[in-house]
């Protein structure tokens, strides 16, 4: 293995040096000594690159290569050069680098759940008077251009939804994160005791099950949890899948599955009092990864936490109404209640008191009796969730700061008191807006749709999941639309012509039932700017007309799950910008149709096709 690894590196070497030697030809004696000192080693000199890349001028170079002549050897491994990329990074953004350690191997992490960490930690400064989310994202692209994080597919609008850690960074990571006693990730239960454990440590991230009562004398201000809180849970959530089918067939196992629930929720019970009573510094608690089963007074003693920024029940199952002692944390800036969906919870009407909120993410599923004043969250950015039959339209008025809105649901057009007068309220009062959702709502009225998209002016993002039958006319649309979704939209007429005349358009997700028709026509001069274009599980169309001139920037398309599409057009090979064309679980005779097309071949991947 070693021998192979080592002959596909020489394969390469040439190539790694001249990419290095044409980005910095300017400098090629300097490049040449780096590379010198980086053993030619083609991972060294991406990390070195990296380095670089914020190196403008040649004094800059010329005092980085004293440095390695000073300081290192004159060979230098690769850990040695993975603490220069360290040791380089700005102070701002060396407490970004290593929050990054808490997520485990492999983690594709949400970059706006780590903005919201950031935020909640007070890593981010606001001296320029720009928005947080600008900041924070422009300190993860500086850390990818540094070649530091990896950040993941899923571009929306430009920007990137996902990051990780290459595992030499991650190794990099831990360990300057244990040397500054920055955060704690215990490997197993039985390594915490035996752990030197400094009472510096204020950062815990469970990726095992820990007993959380092994964890003394810790004045946490961070607890994060990647995994279940007790072992038994996987038992349990099998036996609970499998209750019902049981129950159905008169069978009393399903009684030693209550039990099983019962002594379950007894331990959770006493971990969450453990936990509210002994952290009461947390700023941050993430119970995503817990997979926590309670009644919703088991969260009476939450209220303690008063210093509590961030807080996330994600994915934890409540049978009862939450505790109304949940409005004592009123410095919360997220809030994250997406819990499981199968048994809707209650959430008692004190979120007002949360004025300082900034990111709202409500359960997709409420209890009938559940009714929300929001009227005092004029700081929020993010509001998930959000349906009109357990919160109350006009509160939407009051959020001037909304940047990001997702309607779920219920959205009734009685709710809203829109009229057919000339001057009918505006929903959304926000200048801020720049993304809208709206998903699967119970028979939502189209002119109140057409209404609210048109009122929001500002929105660059815009995501349909709803039976419309009919589409808005271009002239409806905010003219900054930049990436539209649809989905389940079940348009009868071909949409195209009308999405080829929005100006900014570039990204376009076209999914399952967005069209119930058998053709596409993409005409001439649409399109205009679009570069990427995704078409999924659009089961009815067989044709797809593309005119001369149509997309003429576009660079990436994906095909997938269009088991009617008998072709692809013909004009697609005279797009000089395409770049990747991926074809997935298409019929065989669909991708050997394709392979005629010789002119296309370099950019075609194909995956899982029959």
Same mark, same amino acid.
């Given at each position: 293995?070693?021998?192979?690894?080592?002959?596909?590196?020489?394969?390469?070497?040439?190539?790694?040096?001249?990419?290095?030697?044409?980005?910095?030809?300017?400098?090629?004696?300097?490049?040449?000594?780096?590379?010198?000192?980086?053993?030619?080693?083609?991972?060294?000199?991406?990390?070195?690159?990296?380095?670089?890349?914020?190196?403008?001028?040649?004094?800059?170079?010329?005092?980085?290569?004293?440095?390695?002549?000073?300081?290192?050897?004159?060979?230098?491994?690769?850990?040695?050069?993975?603490?220069?990329?360290?040791?380089?990074?700005?102070?701002?953004?060396?407490?970004?680098?290593?929050?990054?350690?808490?997520?485990?191997?492999?983690?594709?992490?949400?970059?706006?759940?780590?903005?919201?960490?950031?935020?909640?930690?007070?890593?981010?400064?606001?001296?320029?008077?720009?928005?947080?989310?600008?900041?924070?994202?422009?300190?993860?692209?500086?850390?990818?251009?540094?070649?530091?994080?990896?950040?993941?597919?899923?571009?929306?609008?430009?920007?990137?939804?996902?990051?990780?850690?290459?595992?030499?960074?991650?190794?990099?990571?831990?360990?300057?994160?244990?040397?500054?006693?920055?955060?704690?990730?215990?490997?197993?239960?039985?390594?915490?005791?035996?752990?030197?454990?400094?009472?510096?440590?204020?950062?815990?991230?469970?990726?095992?099950?820990?007993?959380?009562?092994?964890?003394?004398?810790?004045?946490?201000?961070?607890?994060?949890?990647?995994?279940?809180?007790?072992?038994?849970?996987?038992?349990?959530?099998?036996?609970?899948?499998?209750?019902?089918?049981?129950?159905?067939?008169?069978?009393?196992?399903?009684?030693?599955?209550?039990?099983?629930?019962?002594?379950?929720?007894?331990?959770?019970?006493?971990?969450?009092?453990?936990?509210?009573?002994?952290?009461?510094?947390?700023?941050?608690?993430?119970?995503?990864?817990?997979?926590?089963?309670?009644?919703?007074?088991?969260?009476?003693?939450?209220?303690?936490?008063?210093?509590?920024?961030?807080?996330?029940?994600?994915?934890?199952?409540?049978?009862?109404?939450?505790?109304?002692?949940? &409005?004592?944390?009123?410095?919360?800036?997220?809030?994250?209640?997406?819990?499981?969906?199968?048994?809707?919870?209650?959430?008692?009407?004190?979120?007002?008191?949360?004025?300082?909120?900034?990111?709202?993410?409500?359960?997709?599923?409420?209890?009938?009796?559940?009714?929300?004043?929001?009227?005092?969250?004029?700081?929020?950015?993010?509001?998930?969730?959000?349906?009109?039959?357990?919160?109350?339209?006009?509160?939407?008025?009051?959020?001037?700061?909304?940047?990001?809105?997702?309607?779920?649901?219920?959205?009734?057009?009685?709710?809203?008191?829109?009229?057919?007068?000339?001057?009918?309220?505006?929903?959304?009062?926000?200048?801020?807006?720049?993304?809208?959702?709206?998903?699967?709502?119970?028979?939502?009225?189209?002119?109140?749709?057409?209404?609210?998209?048109?009122?929001?002016?500002?929105?660059?993002?815009?995501?349909?999941?709803?039976?419309? &039958?009919?589409?808005?006319?271009?002239?409806?649309?905010?003219?900054?639309?930049?990436?539209?979704?649809?989905?389940?939209?079940?348009?009868?007429?071909?949409?195209?012509?009308?999405?080829?005349?929005?100006?900014?358009?570039?990204?376009?997700?076209?999914?399952?039932?967005?069209?119930? &028709?058998?053709?596409?026509?993409?005409?001439?001069?649409?399109?205009?700017?679009?570069?990427?274009?995704?078409?999924?599980?659009?089961?009815?169309?067989?044709?797809?007309?593309?005119?001369?001139?149509?997309?003429?920037?576009?660079?990436?398309?994906?095909?997938?799950?269009?088991?009617?599409?008998?072709?692809?057009?013909?004009?697609?090979?005279?797009?000089?910008?395409?770049?990747?064309?991926?074809?997935?679980?298409?019929?065989?005779?669909?991708?050997?149709?394709?392979?005629?097309?010789?002119?296309?071949?370099?950019?075609?991947?194909?995956?899982?096709?029959?």
């Amino acid at each position: 293995e070693t021998e192979l690894k080592a002959k596909i590196e020489h394969r390469h070497l040439e190539r790694y040096i001249q990419l290095f030697e044409e980005q910095y030809s300017a400098k090629n004696n300097l490049a040449e000594e780096i590379l010198r000192y980086c053993c030619r080693l083609p991972l060294a000199i991406v990390v070195m690159g990296g380095i670089l890349a914020t190196k403008r001028s040649t004094e800059e170079w010329e005092m980085l290569l004293n440095h390695v002549k000073s300081n290192l050897s004159s060979i230098l491994s690769l850990p040695a050069i993975l603490a220069l990329a360290y040791d380089d990074l700005p102070y701002h953004l060396k407490p970004c680098f290593l929050y990054l350690s808490q997520f485990p191997e492999g983690y594709m992490i949400s970059i706006g759940k780590l903005i919201q960490l950031w935020v909640a930690e007070g890593i981010l400064s606001n001296d320029k008077g720009e928005s947080i989310e600008d900041i924070a994202e422009s300190y993860i692209i500086e850390l990818a251009k540094r070649c530091m994080v990896q950040v993941g597919e899923g571009e929306v609008n430009m920007k990137f939804k996902t990051c990780y850690l290459h595992d030499v960074y991650r190794d990099l990571c831990l360990s300057k994160a244990s040397q500054e006693e920055f955060a704690l990730i215990p490997e197993n239960p039985f390594s915490l005791p035996y752990m030197m454990v400094s009472r510096r440590v204020r950062r815990v991230a469970m990726h095992e099950y820990i007993p959380i009562q092994s964890l003394r004398n810790l004045k946490l201000t961070s607890l994060l949890f990647f995994n279940k809180l007790y072992p038994e849970e996987q038992s349990l959530s099998i036996s609970l899948q499998e209750t019902a089918e049981i129950y159905l067939r008169e069978d009393k196992r399903w009684i030693s599955t209550l039990w099983i629930l019962f002594k379950l929720m007894w331990r959770f019970r006493r971990i969450l009092n453990y936990l509210f009573n002994n952290f009461k510094l947390l700023r941050i608690l993430d119970l995503e990864g817990a997979e926590i089963y309670m009644e919703g007074e088991f969260l009476r003693d939450i209220g303690k936490l008063i210093r509590l920024r961030y807080l996330s029940l994600k994915g934890t199952t409540c049978f009862s109404k939450l505790s109304r002692s949940i &409005g004592n944390l009123k410095r919360l800036q997220t809030l994250d209640l997406r819990m499981n969906e199968e048994f809707p919870v209650q959430i008692p009407n004190v979120i007002c008191k949360m004025e300082m909120l900034m990111y709202l993410y409500l359960p997709m599923v409420c209890d009938s009796k559940t009714k929300l004043r929001l009227n005092t969250l004029r700081n929020l950015r993010t509001l998930e969730n959000f349906n009109s039959k357990n919160c109350y339209v006009e509160d939407l008025g009051c959020m001037t700061n909304l940047m990001e809105l997702g309607i779920t649901r219920f959205f009734c057009r009685d709710d809203c008191e829109v009229n057919s007068g000339s001057n009918p309220p505006v929903i959304i009062a926000s200048e801020h807006l720049r993304s809208l959702s709206v998903s699967r709502p119970e028979n939502i009225d189209f002119n109140l749709l057409a209404y609210l998209i048109s009122t929001c002016v500002h929105i660059s993002e815009l995501s349909l999941t709803c039976s419309l &039958g009919e589409f808005l006319p271009a002239c409806q649309f905010p003219y900054q639309i930049t990436f539209m979704s649809l989905s389940e939209t079940e348009l009868r007429t071909d949409p195209m012509p009308t999405l080829g005349k929005l100006p900014n358009l570039k990204i376009l997700e076209l999914q399952k039932a967005a069209f119930i &028709g058998e053709e596409f026509h993409c005409s001439t001069e649409g399109f205009p700017e679009p570069y990427s274009l995704k078409l999924r599980s659009i089961s009815t169309v067989k044709h797809w007309i593309v005119d001369k001139s149509s997309m003429p920037k576009l660079r990436h398309l994906e095909i997938i799950d269009c088991k009617s599409l008998e072709m692809l057009p013909v004009e697609l090979m005279f797009i000089k910008t395409l770049e990747e064309l991926k074809i997935e679980l298409m019929p065989k005779a669909f991708k050997d149709r394709l392979c005629q097309f010789n002119k296309i071949k370099h950019v075609v991947i194909f995956q899982n096709c029959y």
